[in-house]
Nanobody, 119 residues
Framework: QVQLVESGGGLVQPGGSLRLSCAAS????????MGWYRQAPGKERESVAA???????NYADSVKGRFTISRDNAKNTVYLQMNSLKPEDTAVYYC?????????????WGQGTLVTVSS
């Protein structure tokens, strides 16, 4: 059993910053990649940023230069530092984990954390 616990969402004014965290726990043998997705009202879920076990990162064009993904391998935790937030960043943000357990390769989702950017 693997659990993902997210934190850090909330209400912030345009131009402000937030830091999301996602901690993975349970029967994880190794982690391939962790990432963040978001889903705005009425829209499909989209990839925001991801980081591999080797530290390689990729970002959606809409957040490049504003968001930074990082990872603490010892804690199986991924972070998303979000700066210069815009109203269009408002969404539920979901953590994603791609990993191996004792039973094989699996993909897991967090419960989501709401980020609202509004004045």
């Amino acid at each position: 059993q693997v659990q993902l616990v997210e934190s850090g969402g909330g209400l912030v004014q345009p131009g402000g910053s937030l830091r999301l965290s996602c901690a993975a726990s349970g029967s994880i043998f190794s982690i391939n990649a962790m990432g963040w997705y978001r889903q705005a009202p009425g829209k499909e879920r989209e990839s925001v940023a991801a980081i591999t076990s080797s530290g390689s990162t990729n970002y959606a064009d809409s957040v490049k230069g504003r968001f930074t993904i990082s990872r603490d391998n010892a804690k199986n935790t991924v972070y998303l530092q979000m700066n210069s937030l815009k109203p269009e960043d408002t969404a539920v943000y979901y953590c994603n984990l791609d990993c191996y357990t004792n039973f094989g390769k699996y993909n897991y989702w967090g419960q989501g954390t709401l980020v609202t950017v509004s004045s």
